[in-house]
């Protein structure tokens, strides 16, 4: 079993910036695609950015050259560094990874979701 925990969240004023952590932990897994998607109120959760092993990077229009993904294999963490935020970003983002664990089985794992909250 694989864990991912988030932190990072919290209020900010538009224009400011927010870091997210995701951190896994577990037994015996290697960490493939990570990613963030985001869920607002009333919306559909919707997909922010990825990264593949390699470090290759996909973002979501609404946050291309605004947001950056990132990752420490070392430390099996990846991380979602948002500048210059908009009232539009206010929503839960949740982390996933993709895991393969001991036995060669591929598995997506989810963290539980921070807050992220852009007001002045």
């Known amino acids: 079993q694989v864990q991912l925990v988030e932190s990072g969240g919290g209020l900010v004023q538009p224009g400011g910036s927010l870091r997210l952590s995701c951190a896994a932990s577990?037994?015996?897994?290697?960490?493939?695609?990570v990613g963030w998607y985001r869920q607002a109120p009333g919306k559909q959760r919707e997909f922010v950015a990825r990264?593949?092993?390699?470090?290759?990077?996909a973002y979501a229009d609404s946050v291309k050259g605004r947001f950056t993904i990132s990752r420490d294999n070392a430390k099996n963490t990846m991380y979602l560094q948002m500048d210059s935020l908009k009232p539009d970003d206010t929503a839960v983002y949740y982390c996933?990874?993709?895991?393969?664990?001991?036995?060669?089985?591929?598995?997506?794992?989810w963290g539980q979701g921070t807050q992220v909250t852009v007001s002045s």
């Open positions: 990264s593949s092993p390699g470090g290759i990077t």
């Open positions: 996933y990874a993709t895991v393969t664990v001991v036995d060669g089985t591929i598995k997506t794992y």
């Open positions: 577990g037994n015996s897994f290697s960490i493939n695609h």
